[in-house]
């Protein structure tokens, strides 16, 4: 079984690089929508910002620290929250890109991919006869020859730069099951330490669908595999967003909501911010009488090194 949990984290990821800005006028782009859409999903309950980045100029992904840099600070002046810079990037980006934000800023937290995979986006394609920027159509149809690319070499390099060389912990991003063991691997190893962050991820086209019996055969194998050695959050794409996380959480889990997973705040309705989301996800929690936990005790249940030791 997963650790006990006490409270529920809610973690938002802000804008991430799935989505394209013709998809909702409300997806955060510029530093300064980055920044308040993070402030304002943490106001609202999240305890972890997961965070990439765009070219403020046509809101493609972008790995420049420079960039982050630009809200970065604003968001560890205005909040509290744990902030998880991504290690995952956009298509097409080497791993050292994927790397360059969080190696210069130091966080607390990163996310980790635990596997390469196809990660097919263009499908969505059909869905939009026009536009707003020419770099979206042919962005989303090279993912149908992509390989979203984290070896086990990659992973160590990641391990190394970032948990040896900065104590970074890890959001490890487990899309399928055969994730969930190399996770395992890396744990027999020695080279990853408990308590884990493990992130089933839910309905991405090449990893595991958003099926519920699927929810429960990863959270069984987490078991076997961590025993109370890990803590268990779950995420899934688009209009799966509500019901898994829901159900996570009266499975004993955590909770991640945010524009990178879903664009949506109910059937047929953009979600006009990430806040919007996380108080949807709050008040679903409380009604179901689980408590939402603080920062600060995210930071004790992960055994963080504390938003003192950043370099932002």
């Known amino acids: 079984m997963a650790a006990k949990r006490e409270k529920v984290i809610i973690t938002c990821a802000v804008t991430g690089s799935i989505h394209t800005p013709t998809m909702s006028p409300h997806l955060p782009i510029t530093p300064d929508e980055v920044a308040r859409d993070a402030i304002a999903a943490a106001e609202a309950g999240a305890s972890i910002l997961h965070l ?28 509290a929250a744990v902030v998880n810079i991504t290690t995952g990037g956009g298509h097409g980006m080497t791993v050292q890109e994927r790397l360059a934000a969080a190696v210069k800023a130091s966080p607390e937290m990163t996310s980790l991919n635990m ?4 990660f097919g986006l263009y499908p969505v394609m059909a869905k939009y006869k026009e536009w707003k920027y020419d770099w979206e159509p042919k962005y989303l149809e090279a993912s ?19 948990g040896e060389g900065h104590g970074v912990k890890f959001e490890y991003e487990c899309y399928d099951v055969g994730h969930l063991y190399n996770l395992a691997h890396f744990l027999d190893r020695k080279l990853v330490k408990p308590p884990l962050f493990v992130q ?20 069984r194998i987490a078991d076997k595999l961590f025993g109370e050695d890990y803590h268990w959050s779950i995420l899934a794409a688009g209009r799966h967003q509500l019901p898994f996380v829901t159900q996570g959480a009266i499975m004993g889990g955590n909770v991640r909501v945010g524009l990178e997973d879903s664009l949506y705040a109910g059937k047929g309705r ?3 911010s990430n806040a919007e ?15 939402i936990a603080t920062p600060d005790e995210a930071r004790k249940m992960l055994s963080l090194k504390g938003g003192d030791r950043v370099n932002f």
């Open 52 to 79: 990439h980045a765009r070219d403020p100029r046509d809101g493609k992904p972008t790995p420049d620290p420079a960039v982050f840099m630009q809200f970065l600070p604003r968001i560890k002046q205005n909040t």
């Open 115 to 118: 596997g390469s995979m196809n």
């Open 144 to 162: 149908r020859d992509f390989i979203f690319r984290n070896t086990f070499k990659d992973i160590e390099y990641v391990l190394r730069e970032l």
């Open 200 to 219: 089933t991820i839910f309905g991405i086209l090449g990893g595991i669908g958003a099926d519920p019996e699927n929810l429960m055969h990863m959270k």
């Open 270 to 272: 953009l979600a006009k």
């Open 277 to 291: 989301q996380v108080s949807i996800v709050r008040d679903i929690l409380k009604n179901l009488s689980l408590d």
